[in-house]
């Protein structure tokens, strides 16, 4: 069985490799595509009086426009006069010509009609794709009160108008590139000419056409494909599902990459800032926009530190704790037969599966499950004895306060380190918590996305418009990210 298998394999390879260097013919495309049996592929007959020229229409029904089909293609060719070319007679924006079957099959695969005038082995094509997407709505991952509203869909064409409607210049590049072995699927580079950097915009660009799988079907996989380090804890590519944002990159000089299948794109290079900030910071005034990112500063370090703090001190650093408060824990904790550090994590295991049962749950019914799951959890383990009352304040409070970090990637990265944090706290108590939160800051530092340092400007320190942890006054940001190494550096003059 295993030999037919590899037999069948084999063989498979051959037919592909004859394929991609096969002429067109009609016969050819109806095998590739087991006429009749595959019900999508329409194929119409088209004999021109006039001329005496039988033709062959060959697309797939369910995404192409078949009103285009008919005004475009098949009216034209039917009260055409004498003219021979028919190039000249199709009227639509553009019409190639092809002659290779793997030209063809990819043409129409992505929603184009091959037009074959029987006897010939040179076919045209014209794109009348028509796929099906959501209208445009609000980004459902990255909220702003104040601010565009608008985000992705799963249109890559409507993904661009909304991108062109804000930058209209015609530094604007949009560079395709195929993004899988078979070449039936691409990529969309964007970048500002006159702004990015070359070698960035090349080294973006080698990273996607050397993908050597069969399908990428989404952007998603797409950015764990080209990211510099899979295992890494901290993402190294920026996901966003809003245009304005995007825009914002751009102007910087990053690289942008979008798919035709989703509603998101990726921001290359990104650095620890980039995930830190959210679209609201520079549409707010200075001092509204600064005070987010202070709570969200503190929300960082209370979601990493609180609980891992909690377990140190309770363990081995009594002294650190006024009397009262140390023998109003004591008292609290008589009857809890665990450890401190269990107790903490039992906890915030408890936290995740309700948030994680919160995003599975239906929207209607998700906010209100976690929050009497988290309650009435939380009030049952603490009459039971199983956790002290001011476990519930830490966790909850530390769980809390990792919702600040709007990035889901970012999110999950700090999540996972606070279970580390906890896990060192309990063995070495605070001084153990400060070598991790050293080795941690080395980690960072250690690593690059697409060439650039991760905590860039910051360290190692270059000329920017000093928008890293706070940010100036709009009037005087006037140069770019110096680690973007753009050609123009200044935003104004």
Not at 114 to 141: C, H, M, P, W
Not at 216 to 235: C, D, G, M, T, W
């Amino acid at each position: 069985m295993s030999n037919l298998f590899k037999d069948q394999t084999k063989k498979s390879d051959q037919y592909t490799e004859v394929t991609n260097l096969q002429l067109l013919s009609i016969d050819k495309l109806k095998e590739l595509y087991s006429y009749p049996l595959n019900s999508d592929l329409k194929i119409r007959e088209l004999y021109l009086s006039k001329s005496k020229k039988r033709l062959f229409i060959f697309y797939l029904n369910p995404i192409v426009n078949t009103e285009k089909l008919r005004e475009s293609i098949i009216h034209p060719l039917l009260n055409s006069g004498e003219e021979s070319h028919l190039s000249t007679i199709i009227d639509a924006e553009e019409v190639k010509s092809i002659d290779s079957v793997a030209s063809g099959v990819n043409a129409i695969n992505n929603g184009a009609a091959l037009i074959l005038e029987e006897g010939t082995q040179i076919g045209y094509i014209v794109d009348i794709a028509k796929f099906e997407s959501r209208n445009i709505e609000k980004s459902q991952n990255e909220n702003i009160i104040k601010g565009p509203k608008e985000g992705f869909t799963e249109s890559l064409n409507m993904n661009l108008s909304l991108i062109r409607k804000i930058i209209r210049s015609e530094h604007l590049i949009t560079e395709t590139i195929p993004i899988n072995r078979l070449e039936t699927e691409s990529a969309t580079l964007l970048y500002l000419k006159n702004v990015a950097n070359e070698k960035i915009i090349e080294n973006v660009r080698n990273r996607i056409s050397h993908i050597e799988v069969d399908f990428v079907h989404n952007i998603e996989k797409l950015e764990q494909l080209i990211e510099e380090r899979p295992y890494s804890l901290f993402p190294s590519i920026l996901y966003t599902e809003r245009p304005d944002r995007v825009v914002s990159y751009l102007e910087e000089g990053h690289i942008v990459i979008l798919t035709g299948a989703s509603s998101a794109s990726l921001v290359a290079p990104a650095t620890f800032w980039s995930f830190f900030h959210t679209g609201e910071d520079h549409y707010l005034r200075f001092l509204y926009g600064n005070f987010s990112r202070l709570v969200r500063l503190l929300g960082l370090f209370i979601t990493l530190f609180m609980s891992a703090l909690y377990v140190g001190i309770t363990n081995f650093h009594h002294e650190m704790l006024p009397p009262d408060l140390l023998l109003a824990i004591a008292s609290t904790r008589e009857k809890v037969p665990f450890p401190v550090v269990v107790e903490v994590l039992i906890m915030e295991f408890s936290f995740e599966l309700i948030r994680e049962a919160g995003l599975r749950i239906p929207s209607p019914l998700g906010p209100t499950i976690g929050i009497v799951g988290a309650l009435i959890l939380g009030q049952a383990a603490v009459q039971a004895n199983i956790i002290s009352p001011i476990i519930v304040i830490v966790v909850a409070f530390s769980g809390l306060a990792s919702f600040t970090i709007s990035d889901i990637s970012m999110n999950y990265s700090l999540r996972l380190l606070r279970f580390m944090f906890i896990s060192i706290a309990g063995m070495m108590g605070i001084y153990g918590l400060g070598a991790i939160f050293v080795s941690f800051i080395c980690y960072l530092t250690s690593l690059t996305s697409f060439g650039v340092p991760f905590l860039a400007p910051l360290t190692p320190t270059y000329k920017s418009a000093q928008d890293t942890i706070f940010r100036k006054v709009i009037a005087h940001e006037v140069f770019r990210p110096g680690f973007t190494f753009p050609k123009l550096k200044r935003r104004k003059s």
